[in-house]
Structures are given as structure tokens and as C-alpha cells.
Nanobody
Framework: QVQLAESGGGAAQAGGSLRLSCAAS????????MGWFRRAPGQERDFVGA????????YYEDSVKGRFTISRDNAKNTVYLEMNSLRFEDTAVYFC????????????????WGQGTQVTVSS
């Protein structure tokens, strides 16, 4: 069982930056691939990016490539989402998730989820 807790959300202006953190419980954090997803009002929970257990591989949704960076610190049981050049359309609730199997873009491959943190970007 893994418990996840996101933090770092809030309000930002377009062009600004925010850094989200996701702290995980448990002693086997490095064995989990971690993903970030977001849900805008009235939409599905969409893939943002993911990182392998070692941190050696990362994957991003096309609209955030070059603007968002995922990293992890396995010693601190934490994964990060650095968001730069924010756009109004980045406004959403952001979720981190853990996968026991492999890095995936599909939310159905993830086993554990945080409660989410709101990011609001004003234009």
C-alpha cells in the first residue's frame, strides 16, 4: 500500500512557474513508476507525464514537453513536477499516481492515487 500526498498547487499568472511535490509513504518507493495526471473542469483525468522508478526515463504529453519537468528523489520518497511557462489551459487539479508495474500513459495502469492539488493559471 502506498499513500500519496500532493502539495505546491496554487495560483499563477500565465508565463509563470509552479512546482508540485508528491510525497509517498512506504519503503519501496523506488520500485514504483510515478505519473502525473490532471483533470480540467468537465474533462477526464489526462496524462501529463511519468517517470520510471530509477528516474532514468521520463515521458510527457505533447502539450507540456519543454515546459514541464518530472523528477524524483527516492531518498525522500518524493516526485516533483516543475511547471514553467504556464498557460491558462494548464488550469486543472493535478494528481500524482504510482504504478507497481511499469511507466504508462493510461490512468488505468496506476494503482495508487493522491487527492490532487489545484493549479489555477490566470491569463
Amino acid at each position: 500500500q502506498v499513500q500519496l500526498a500532493e502539495s505546491g498547487g496554487g495560483a499563477a499568472q500565465a508565463g509563470g512557474s509552479l512546482r508540485l511535490s508528491c510525497a509517498a509513504s512506504g519503503r519501496t518507493f523506488s520500485s514504483y513508476a510515478m505519473g502525473w495526471f490532471r483533470r480540467a473542469p468537465g474533462q477526464e483525468r489526462d496524462f501529463v507525464g511519468a517517470i520510471s522508478g530509477s528516474g532514468g526515463s521520463t515521458y510527457y504529453e505533447d502539450s507540456v514537453k519543454g515546459r514541464f519537468t518530472i523528477s524524483r528523489d527516492n531518498a525522500k520518497n518524493t516526485v516533483y513536477l516543475e511547471m514553467n511557462s504556464l498557460r491558462f489551459e494548464d488550469t486543472a487539479v493535478y494528481f500524482c499516481a504510482a504504478s507497481r508495474t511499469f511507466v504508462a500513459r493510461s490512468r488505468f495502469q496506476y494503482d495508487f492515487w493522491g487527492q490532487g492539488t489545484q493549479v489555477t493559471v490566470s491569463s
